[in-house]
C-alpha cells in the first residue's frame, strides 16, 4: 500500500475554484441572511434628511453583514482553506428546544420553574455535561433571573406556578 494520502475520503461537490470551503460557504450563509435582513426591513421607514426611520439601523447592518460575508466569500476563493467539517446537530438542536420550551412553559409554570428547566434542556446539548455542575449553575442562574426580572428590572413576571400562586 502507499503512502499517499486518499482524495476519496475527503471528496467534495465544490467546484475546484473554491479553495476554502469553509469560508466560501460561511460568507454565503451571512450574505444570505443579510439579504433576508434587508428583506425583512423593507416597509420600514428609512432616514428622511438627518432624522433616522425604523428601518434605517437594520437596512444600515444588513448591507454591512452583505459586504463582510462578500469579503469572506471571497476569501474562500483566493487563499486555501479547510474543508467543510461535519455538523453537530445535537447542541443547536437543544439549545432552540429549550427556548421554545421557556416560551411555553413561563405562563402556566412561572418563572423559577421554567427558566431552570431550559437551562437543564440546553444542557442536554453536549455529551460532556456534567450533571452536578449543571444542577448547581442553574439554580444559581434561576435564583439571579428571579432577583433581577420582577425586582430589579420590576417586570411583572410570575414566579411560580399558577397552581401554587392562587
Known amino acids: 500500500m502507499s503512502d499517499a494520502p486518499s482524495h476519496e475520503a475527503g471528496k467534495s ?3 475546484k475554484w473554491i479553495r476554502g470551503p469553509e469560508d466560501f460557504i ?3 450563509a451571512l450574505m444570505l441572511f443579510a439579504l433576508f435582513a434587508l428583506w425583512a426591513s423593507r416597509d420600514l421607514q428609512g432616514m428622511h434628511g438627518f432624522s433616522f426611520g425604523a428601518g ?8 454591512l453583514l452583505l459586504a463582510l460575508g462578500f469579503a469572506v466569500m471571497a476569501m474562500g476563493i483566493i ?4 474543508p467543510l467539517q461535519k455538523y453537530h446537530w ?5 439549545v432552540s428546544l429549550a427556548i421554545i420550551s421557556f416560551a411555553f412553559t413561563i405562563r402556566p409554570l412561572g418563572l423559577v420553574v421554567s427558566a ?3 437551562f437543564m434542556i440546553a444542557a442536554l446539548g453536549t455529551p460532556e455535561t456534567r450533571w452536578g455542575e449543571a444542577i448547581i449553575v442553574g439554580i444559581c442562574l434561576t435564583i439571579g433571573c428571579s432577583l433581577l426580572f420582577p425586582y430589579a428590572l420590576g417586570l411583572p413576571f410570575q414566579l411560580y406556578p399558577r397552581f401554587m400562586v392562587q
Do not use: C, E, H, Q
Not at 434605517?56 to 448591507?63: Q, V
Not at 445535537?90 to 437543544?94: A, I, N, V
Open 26 to 28: 460561511g460568507g454565503l
Open 116 to 118: 431552570f428547566a431550559s
Open 79 to 82: 487563499f486555501d482553506g479547510p
Open 56 to 63: 434605517t439601523a437594520p437596512r444600515m447592518f444588513a448591507t
Open 13 to 15: 461537490i465544490l467546484p
Open 90 to 94: 445535537r447542541g443547536p438542536f437543544f
